[in-house]
T-cell receptor, first 113, second 109 residues
């Protein structure tokens, strides 16, 4: 139980395009989901906390107009990277909270050319 | 100063060795301490979870927290090649997890 999926697992896009990443809790409902970014050989950095039915809470330094988060249902949160640039290339990981624990998705590798 | 510091390694050990992984943290308000294992290009999976100080054992894994020195440890006994992964420590006092950079472990046969 407590499985979190992400789609797509890998995406390559051109600079200036927008990319949407989906995070789903498959066997539980999650009122709170989290979005992280991980650069090579660096730690996971929390980008934002996504709350079902309300606005996301962004960490300091994360542009909310660039990283759009929508948590429209108890099993789905989406992260849209708008007007992506090469410096946005990273590994994006979501997690969902269940029974006090965070369960992580498998991650999405974004490469912006 | 980072809130959670971790030696990135890599750490290479022979099969059967005892592995010691360590982190330090700076925020005395942290109450929850976790160790995650992350295989290449995968999301982290929770290995051990400890509240406040003390030891916790689960099979070949033992987690230790010393709040007086702000030191977190994970010990792996009888290490196996399948243990080869990156191990991340994390601390928090709320929902927000603060991760270390991760230590890459390689266990060779």
């Amino acid at each position: 139980g407590a499985v979190v999926s992400q789609h797509p697992s890998r995406v390559i896009c051109k600079s200036g395009t927008s990319v949407k990443i989906e995070c789903r809790s498959l066997d539980f409902q999650a009122t709170t989901m989290f979005w992280y970014r991980q650069f090579p050989k660096q730690s996971l950095m929390l980008m934002a906390t996504s709350n079902e039915g309300s606005k996301a809470t962004y960490e300091q330094g994360v542009e909310k107009d660039k990283f759009l988060i929508n948590h429209a249902s108890l099993t789905l949160s989406t992260l849209t990277v708008t007007s992506a640039h090469p410096e946005d290339s990273s590994f994006y990981i979501c997690s969902a909270r269940f029974s006090g624990e965070q369960f992580f998705g498998p991650g999405t590798r974004l490469t912006v050319l | 100063q980072k809130e959670v510091e971790q030696d990135p390694g890599p750490l290479s050990v022979p099969e059967g060795a005892i592995v010691s992984l360590n982190c330090t943290y700076s925020n005395s308000a942290f109450q929850y301490f976790m160790w995650y294992r992350q295989y290449s290009r995968k999301g982290p999976e929770l290995l051990m979870y400890t509240y406040s100080s003390g030891n916790k054992e689960d099979g070949r894994f033992t987690a230790q927290v010393d709040k007086s020195s702000k030191y977190i440890s994970l010990f792996i006994r009888d290490s196996q090649p399948s243990d080869s992964a990156t191990y991340l420590c994390a601390s928090s006092n709320t929902d927000k997890l603060i991760f270390g950079t991760g230590t890459r472990l390689q266990v060779f046969p």
